[in-house]
Antibody, heavy 122, light 110 residues
């Protein structure tokens, strides 16, 4: 069965960095686009970034562009999110999610991890 | 990247049908075939209900259906059940190759 397991969350001071990981299993990871989505406390879902199946194409929300970097290692079935220059408003539960469509990026995410909490606070 | 517009809340009685709207622009909902809907119970992972405007993934109940007209997509839930009480989000792929979510709608089953 498909499993996505996020790790790397925690408490970090403003301006510092954190790297999230998402270990994937149960599907052909190298053939699907992947996404990061976050939910701040009491707020709705916010798409953060995505990456194509082969890692060649990456797209970001304006709110994180220039600070966050999405990447993947298909040999390790792992997705990453490098978060630099963190701000209080980046505090959220971060989910990794699998695109439903083979080798195409869409807005349909058929499997999600359970999320990892990032708290940016001094 | 403005969020898609959804009503903050809707409600209905068991057995009734309700619809949730999701309004965007020509650059997202109106111009994209990739419009999706999610159900989110607090503390759990979101669940995909609809993809490509009208398609239901395996595992999603046939009580959920999607449609679109111009810049507005809609999710209809028929035969409301208590377990349908949750937050619902629409999302759309955009002309900038990004994804935008709606602000979310809280469904209360009376």
């Amino acid at each position: 069965q498909v499993q996505l397991v996020e790790s790397g969350g925690g408490v970090v001071q403003p301006g510092r960095s954190l790297r999230l990981s998402c270990a994937a299993s149960g599907f052909s990871f190298s053939n699907y686009g992947m996404h990061w989505v976050r939910q701040a406390p009491g707020k709705g879902l916010e798409w953060v970034a995505d990456i194509s199946y082969d890692g060649r194409n990456k797209y970001y929300a304006d709110s994180v562009k220039g600070r966050f970097t999405i990447s993947r290692d298909n040999s390790k079935n792992t997705l990453y999110l490098q978060m630099n220059s963190l701000r209080a408003e980046d505090t959220a539960v971060y989910y990794c999610a699998k695109d439903w469509k083979w080798e195409v990026l869409t807005s349909g995410f058929d499997y999600w991890g359970q999320g990892t909490l990032v708290i940016v606070s001094s | 990247q403005s969020a898609l517009t959804q009503p903050a809340s809707v409600s209905g009685s068991p057995g009734q049908s309700i619809a949730i709207s999701c309004t965007g622009t020509n650059s997202d909902v109106g111009g994209s075939k990739y419009v999706s809907w999610y159900q989110h119970h607090p503390g759990k992972a979101p669940k995909l209900l609809i993809y490509e405007v009208t398609n239901r993934p395996s595992g999603a109940s046939n009580r959920f259906s999607g449609s679109k007209s111009d810049n507005t997509a809609s999710l209809t839930i028929s035969g409301l059940q208590a377990e349908d009480e949750a937050d619902y989000y629409c999302s759309s792929y955009t002309s900038s190759s990004t994804v935008v979510f709606g602000g979310g709608t809280k469904l209360t089953v009376l």
